[in-house]
């Protein structure tokens, strides 16, 4: 009697044991362990904490233990004595003009581009150097934490494949330009690529398509209107560099007796979708102009001072509300893709231009290169910060070197002290493509001797 109650005793607590402890959902994969800086609305910081992701999406962001016992991960990243942060967002760049790094530097923007990056452009941009170059830039993104990346390029659907294949998000637009160039001999013919482009790859759950007229002093009215026309009637973002230099402000008022901002708002330009790049030229009546249009900033640091293209005043955007991205332009105006970089480049211009050192503190600039790129995109309600219901956009970075010791403050080091080759993983619509720095969706080695082999052909070129 006495064993039979004792058996009964044991299996009244094993139940219990059971009944305490449901059964953990089975899920693809738990970060956890590390400093999770959600970047959400709050700000909240979760140290240590756990981001589980199944699919696509982040599922719960919470505690250590609160995760461990409601999820069975198939796969375990673990960030212990890293950073876990939202994957940074390149709000503008040329991705295959990594080929071109190093190739002219030190010259100002019109020289630069007409004497050297528009003739080397016209010899030797093709679809395999913008595949190639591509898959280096990818490369280079993925070591360095960016997940989501804006681009204004040619044979953009060559762009597109090499992202998708590298598993990174973009927003990828197919330029159009008033002059013949590689992909298309006439506006007309850049525009009817666009068409198709947009067509080919408007549901691709990562690459979403867009229209990219260069700029206003570099296409006629029309040509302006079409490309807005084109980028509404399918919904897609229509990206355009903007208020670069004081030479282009004068090319404006020369034209259209206005700024550059005021008059691509007279020909009804700009809308909810539109973002453009630099906007350092601005009065105040541009900057509400963009603000009243929704019209998405990317401002570009390390390309705006190593062109001496000028300073954005960005303390006066983000005064506005006006929805300012971080980019780091292309490779051969930075001349990398280090989103760390920009950041830092950020702070330090904003500090420099206004004499103020409270200008763009760190969590500012570490805003601008998350959820500020989101809503410069519009995709604030899919990326730009951890939380549940979102995209698994997710990086971690290491936060052990010697110039990141001692650590009081992980968004101080993110901005200041961190660089690129700091971050160990890597994770893009749930999908890691980077762990321990080993990135799992390109051929490291076969990228880069690719890359080395073509710049043979672009040295012979501009020679
Ligand atoms: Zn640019």
Known sequence: MKTLCALAAIVVAAVSVVAAQPARRAIALVVSGGTVVTQNATRQILSPGAVAIDGTDIVEVGDVQAIAAKYQARETVDARGQVVLPGLINTHT??????????????????????????????????????????????????????????????EEEIAKAAFAAGLRGVLGETIIQFPVADAKT????????????REFKDNGL??????????????????????????????????????????V??????????????????????????????????????????????????????????????APVTKYLAAGVALGLGTDGAASNNDLDMFEAMRQAAFLAKHATKDPTAVPAQTALDLATIGGARALAMERLIGSIEAGKRADVITVSMT???????????????????????????????????????????????????????????EAVR
């Open 250 to 311: 004068r090319v404006a008022r020369e034209q259209y007796r206005m700024s550059p901002a005021a008059a691509l708002e007279s020909i009804g330009f700009w809308g909810p979708k539109t973002l453009g790049a630099h906007g350092i030229w601005v009065s105040d009546e541009d900057i509400a102009i963009l603000k009243r249009r929704n019209v998405g900033v990317a401002h570009n640091p390390e390309s705006n001072m190593k062109l001496a293209s000028g300073a």
């Open 401 to 459: 070197a010697a110039r990141q010791t001692p650590l009081y403050d992980p968004i101080s080091h993110l901005v200041y002290a961190t660089r690129g080759d700091d971050v160990r993983t890597t994770i893009v619509n749930g999908k890691i493509l980077m762990k321990d720095r080993q990135v799992r969706t390109l051929d490291r080695a076969t990228v880069i001797a690719d890359a080395n082999r073509l710049a043979q052909k672009v040295r």
């Open 187 to 198: 506006p007309a013919e850049g525009l009817a690529r666009a068409e198709r482009f947009i």
């Open 94 to 155: 040329h991705a295959p003009m990594v080929m071109y790094r190093g190739l002219a530097d030190d010259l100002a923007l019109m020289d630069w581009l007409q004497k050297y990056i528009f003739p080397a452009e016209a010899k030797t941009v093709s679809p395999e150097l913008v595949r190639i170059g591509t898959r280096l830039a990818a490369l280079e993104m993925i070591e360095s934490g960016t997940t989501t990346f804006a681009d204004m390029y040619y044979f």
């Open 207 to 248: 690459i979403v398509p867009a229209v990219a007229p260069h700029a206003l002093y570099t296409n006629d009215k029309a040509t302006l209107v079409a490309s807005a026309e084109l980028g509404r009637k399918y919904d897609v973002p229509i990206l355009i560099h903007f208020a670069e230099t004081e030479d282009e």
